[in-house]
């Protein structure tokens, strides 16, 4: 199995940047489907990205399109969240997700077998 850990959240004013790295370890996740999820208090957890095993493929949340930028470093077992120009309403614990292999890329918390222990946003305006 794989253990995901993920850093790089912060406090940040509206419009400023942050980028969210999730190292692996225990498996390269070259097999996995990687996904980025964000739970807000009282919110049900939401889809923000997602990226094939193969990389060619990524998916994003509505609400994140244009602003938000899923990559992966399969050499060095980590995904990455560039998030630009936020807002207050990207406040949330940022959790990363991974497929087990054989599964495709997905948009749904439930598909995911793997998760970290989230990293906290917090966008001030």
């Known amino acids: 199995q794989v253990q995901l850990v993920e850093s790089g959240g912060g406090l940040v004013q509206a419009g400023g940047s942050l980028r969210l790295s999730c190292a692996a370890s225990g498996s390269t996740i070259s097999i996995y489907a990687m996904g980025w999820f964000r739970q807000a208090p009282g919110k049900e957890r939401e889809f923000v990205a997602a990226?094939?095993?193969?990389?060619?493929?990524?998916y994003y949340g509505d609400s994140v399109k244009g602003r938000f930028t899923i990559s992966r470093d399969n050499a060095k077992s980590t995904v990455y969240l560039q998030m630009n120009s936020l807002k207050s309403e990207d406040t949330a614990v940022y959790y990363c997700?991974?497929?087990?292999?054989?599964?495709?890329?997905?948009?749904?918390?439930?598909?995911?077998?793997?998760w970290g222990q989230g990293t906290q946003v917090t966008v001030s305006s």
């Open positions: 990226m094939s095993r193969s990389g060619t493929i990524t």
């Open positions: 997700a991974a497929d087990r292999p054989g599964k495709g890329v997905s948009r749904t918390a439930a598909s995911y077998d793997y």
